[in-house]
């Protein structure tokens, strides 16, 4: 027997190596690489194909691309509006989709509900390798879904799995979870990068030859030897995370990757005790209540995907015992933070290198859009003078390394969303405002100089 070939994969960013080192030359992290074990091809039975769906793959052969006819993506919504924002509209027939998160936040529910709105339209199998048949079956009568439309198995081994799948042929297949999944073909424990990374590349043969839209849940874990869902990114067509904060029932579902939609997008839900609730307007629930104006928060519209969203910004600014004071900043980037300080003490004169500087948004929400940057440096600047800012003032826009005011995308877009929630003052880039200085009862100050923007919101 030929001896099986091995290699490495970093449990961090998924890169393969093909000697075993200590370091990851991609991502540089120490000690995560793990040795897999490399299946060696064989010709895999094509499973049967579903009817009407066109997504095959075939024996390939060179074609040019104008007489290719664009196959649209057959979309289905599930149902579920927020996952379906997220997805880009709906589920795609042979997609996979990963869905990662910590253990406890609720991807189970999520797709528990999903399955059971969508159960009178099509067909679904869930595959629990984690939960007995039993409990899938409490937690779906207890979220009041109709029993009749599920389909479950318990059922840890692929080969199996796929047998039954291809058998029933469902429209929809989640496997829950991914880590707990095993080959026969491979000697490496159930969980390990090998077993995990080839249950998942048999899944997606699955899915793109027969037209089933996949969902693969996956923890995020910490520790080693566990695959975590980093290794399967780029083996999936669409990643979200589940996020939400200790003791807070929000959750934040986000596409940090998709081939069908776009990125960023958010989906928010509440949980209750009847199971996950959508948030269709999430933009009230990111800004804290502050009975009067407090100095060091700020209001930003950013834009995560394809909605504007009013997100609260705060920041602490306090003499710092330190040598090396402390730049921490949660939900924001920490080394835009010591830049925009840099250009703060630079071009708005406010000396912060004594001073540990914290920042948080509000909501256990990411911002990663340079959009955020003026209302960053009001919240540090309020905090830092120990002065509020303007009740139901907003801001937003990019501040360059010359401490100029730069346009950010869909400015009106946000502006509109501030004046729908009662905002009464943005303070925006120049380029960004519009003629008219009002929209509704909100007033417009466009700026290009981030000493005009300090003016404007801490003269008055
Ligand atoms: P679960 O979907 O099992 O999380 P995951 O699959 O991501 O590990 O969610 C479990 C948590 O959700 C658990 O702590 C209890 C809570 N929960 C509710 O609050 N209400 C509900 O209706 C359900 C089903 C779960
Ligand atoms: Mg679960």
């Known amino acids: 027997m030929a001896k099986a070939k091995t290699s490495y994969v970093c449990t961090e960013c ?65 149902g579920i509006g927020e996952l379906d924002r997220v997805l880009g509209g709906g589920l795609v027939a042979g997609s996979v989709v990963l869905i990662g998160g910590d253990p406890g ?8 509900q999903m399955l059971g709105t969508i159960g009178q339209r099509m067909r679904g199998l869930y595959v629990t390798g984690e939960e007995s048949l039993g409990q899938v079956a409490a937690r779906a009568q207890r979220l009041g879904l109709p029993l009749d439309g599920l389909e479950g198995l318990a059922e840890t081994s692929i080969e199996r799995i796929l047998a039954e799948a291809s058998a029933g042929k469902p429209d929809v297949l989640i496997i829950d979870s991914i880590q707990t999944i095993w080959t026969e073909l491979l000697t490496a424990a159930p969980g390990s990068v090998s077993q995990v990374r080839e249950s998942a590349a048999r899944l997606v043969r699955f899915a793109k030859q027969t037209g089933t839209s996949v969902f693969l849940v996956g923890h995020v874990t910490k520790e080693g030897g566990i695959a975590g869902p980093r290794v399967l990114e780029h083996m999936v067509d669409a990643v979200l995370y589940f996020e939400g904060e ?3 029932r ?22 209750s005790e009847k199971g996950l609730k959508e948030v269709p307007n999430p933009s009230a629930i990111f800004l804290s209540a502050h009975a009067q104006p407090t100095p060091g928060s700020a209001v930003m519209v950013t834009r995560e995907g394809t909605r504007p969203l009013l997100v609260e910004v705060q920041a602490l600014v306090d003499a710092s015992a330190l040598p090396n004071p402390r730049r921490v900043a949660l939900g924001l980037e920490q080394n835009r933070l010591a830049m925009l300080l840099a250009v703060l003490h630079r071009h708005g004169g406010a000396a ?7 920042l948080n948004v ?25 002065r509020a800012l303007p009740d139901k003032l907003v801001a937003f826009g990019e ?9 950010v995308p869909n400015g009106e877009e946000r502006l509109r969303e501030a004046a729908t929630h009662g905002f009464s003052l943005a303070i925006v880039p120049k380029a960004n405002a519009p003629k008219k200085p009002r929209i509704g009862e909100l007033e417009v100050v466009g700026v290009d100089r981030l000493g005009d923007a300090l003016a404007a919101a801490f003269q008055r």
Not at 105 to 110: A, N, R
Not at 352 to 358: E, H, I, R, S
Not at 365 to 382: G, P
């Open 14 to 78: 998924g890169a393969e190596h093909s000697k075993w080192q200590g370091q990851c030359a991609e991502c540089g992290v120490w000690n995560v690489l793990t040795e897999i074990v490399v299946e060696p091809a064989k010709a895999s039975a094509a499973a049967p194909r579903h009817a009407g769906y066109a997504g095959a793959v075939d024996a390939a052969k060179v074609t040019r691309l104008a007489s290719v006819a664009a196959t649209a993506e057959a979309r289905s919504e599930t």
């Open 105 to 112: 936040i609720g991807k189970s529910t999520l797709l528990l």
């Open 246 to 248: 200790v003791g807070s």
């Open 250 to 271: 929000f959750r934040i579902l986000r596409a940090f990757k998709n081939r069908f939609g776009a990125v960023n997008e958010l989906g928010v839900f509440a949980m």
């Open 352 to 358: 912060v290198f004594d001073q540990d500087v914290f």
């Open 362 to 386: 509000v909501g256990g929400i990411r911002v990663q859009e340079t959009a955020a940057d003026l209302a960053v440096l009001f919240a540090v600047q309020s905090s830092f003078r120990d």
């Open 399 to 407: 501040v360059g390394l010359s401490g100029e005011i730069r346009p």
